[in-house]
């Protein structure tokens, strides 16, 4: 059988829509069980649950709904790795979508699930935090990241105006908000990056970003080189830069071009450990906590996922 998860608030209600019409179409509707997610962190505990009952029988798990629910069902399988994956992107990021090379239009990347069924091994990374026990350990399906971007994505997620800029599909504006409420409080972090086994410490740090593929902030080409593959991450790293020339970054971004810039460095690690001092705040597929330590590593066993790239 084929099992939906579906966020019913991402994208006002589209992924809900968009379901029904596929199945609407199909003789073999029977083959196919859907479930609802009721509130932010459902889809990890509903996951578990259907999973546990239908392991066996399920032929492939369909997570219609954003970045956020991905990363939700995700947290959900890390015991079962067996189960290919699909995603019908109807939320505000999709850069999951994108970093597959997936139809971003839900309704064609649906339709594209179900033609090719092309499955291809996909590494997701794991991340621990504060030398928590190995159990306590998450998985993120995009993009980990540290400083500026993270407290941006902090202040976006508890903007009161997120949900109604959303529902007019103007995501994109409570960025802008964030970026740049936070860009005058926002102070340079110093920490020891260690990649590989080789120590930094590095200081007046704006940012650094894990990368699975090249997108974060939908649609935002922050690590252009990036490519999904079993061994390795790329990371992104912002010294010290003047909030003029921060600004131009976020606007190069999107085409790749900020790399260009001296203040960015980027580096390509299979381990990375990151020890501060103070409080970071950090953001994993745009959900965001905080802690001084994090230790990341790529999930030692791929999982198979319907992607062209």
């Known amino acids: ?138 998985l993120f399906a995009s993009s980990l990241g540290f400083g500026f971007d993270a407290e941006v994505a902090e202040k976006t997620n508890e903007s009161k105006w997120k949900r109604w800029f959303n529902r007019l599909r103007l995501s994109s504006i409570v960025y802008v908000f964030g970026l740049i409420s936070t860009i005058f409080n926002f102070k340079p972090k110093n920490f020891n990056l260690t990649i590989d086994g080789k120590t930094r410490e590095m200081t007046g740090i704006w940012m650094l970003t894990i990368m699975n593929h090249p997108y974060f902030g939908g649609g935002m080409k922050i690590a252009p080189d990036a490519t999904i593959n079993k061994q390795t991450f790329h990371v992104t790293i912002v010294h010290q830069i003047s909030k003029k020339k921060l600004l131009l970054l976020f606007l190069t971004v999107f085409f790749g071009q900020h790399t260009r810039l001296k203040e960015v460095e980027t580096l390509i690690g299979s381990e990375i450990s990151i020890k501060s001092k103070e409080t970071l705040t950090y953001h994993a597929d745009g959900f965001t906590g905080k802690c001084f330590e994090c230790e990341v590593m790529k999930e030692p066993t791929s999982r198979n996922v319907v992607r062209k790239i």
């Not at 029988?57 to 069902?73: H, P």
């Not at 997936?102 to 996909?122: C, H, Q, V």
């Open 1 to 138: 059988m084929y099992v939906l998860i579906i966020n019913p608030v991402a994208g006002r209600g589209k992924g809900i829509e968009v379901v029904k019409e596929f199945l609407n179409k199909r003789r073999d509707q029977h083959k196919f069980k859907t479930y609802y997610t009721d509130y932010p962190g459902h889809a990890t505990k509903l996951v578990e649950q259907v999973v546990s009952l239908h392991e066996d029988k399920i032929q492939m798990l369909i997570v219609v709904g954003g970045d956020g629910t991905i990363y939700e069902v995700l947290n959900g399988m890390k015991k079962f790795q067996d189960i290919p994956l699909a995603f019908v992107p109807v939320g505000s990021g999709n850069d999951f979508a994108r970093g597959c090379g997936m139809p971003l239009n839900p309704r064609k990347s649906l339709e594209a699930i179900f033609k090719t069924k092309r499955f291809k091994p996909y590494w997701a990374g794991t991340y621990l935090t504060d030398q928590k026990p190995d159990r306590l350990k998450k």
